[in-house]
């Protein structure tokens, strides 16, 4: 197996994470938290974050669905989204959260329902990105000395 030509891949996909705007600096922050005592570092925070997310988003969908919307409920659940997704730099993902409060804010109940329609497409995106990107990585194995590359 040719390991530099899937370390290029994995590269590929990562830059475009970030040129396509999914991923911002914070995620630059995580990767140099990783070190040889812990060479999973950045996956497996990932994994919490779309585990959380996913049990955030259950209970914002349950919200939505009541007769009666509790907009300070929905707000709360969305802060909550947000700050998750800006611990790992999921940019579009807070973006479309920032949006949704702002609807929250203005009792607009059909603005906050396409708001997270575009929350779950961001996020079904993210995850299958990243997880092509983790795979691409423990195939091409760990690397001698990770360097950040030129923004």
């Not at 925070?45 to 959380?52: A, E, H, K, S, Y």
């Not at 691409?136 to 923004?151: F, S």
């Amino acid at each position: 197996m040719d390991y530099v030509h899937l370390r290029r891949q994995a590269a590929s996909l990562r830059k475009g994470l970030f040129d396509q705007g999914y991923l911002d600096e914070q995620f630059y922050q995580l990767e140099d938290l990783q070190d040889d005592a812990s060479p999973n570092f950045v996956e497996e925070v990932v994994t919490l974050f779309f585990r959380d997310s996913a049990r955030l988003m259950a209970n914002i969908d349950q919200a939505l669905d009541k007769c009666v919307k509790d907009f300070n409920k929905l707000d709360v659940y969305m802060q909550q989204l947000k700050g998750s997704c800006t611990s790992i730099g999921a940019s579009r993902m807070k973006t479309e959260c920032t949006a949704f409060r702002e609807c929250c804010r203005d009792e607009n109940i059909e603005g906050c329902m396409r708001s997270f329609q575009k929350i779950k497409r961001e996020h079904s995106v993210l995850r299958q990105k990243l997880e092509s990107y983790f795979q691409l990585l423990r195939q091409a194995g760990p690397v001698e000395c990770a360097t950040r590359p030129n923004k």
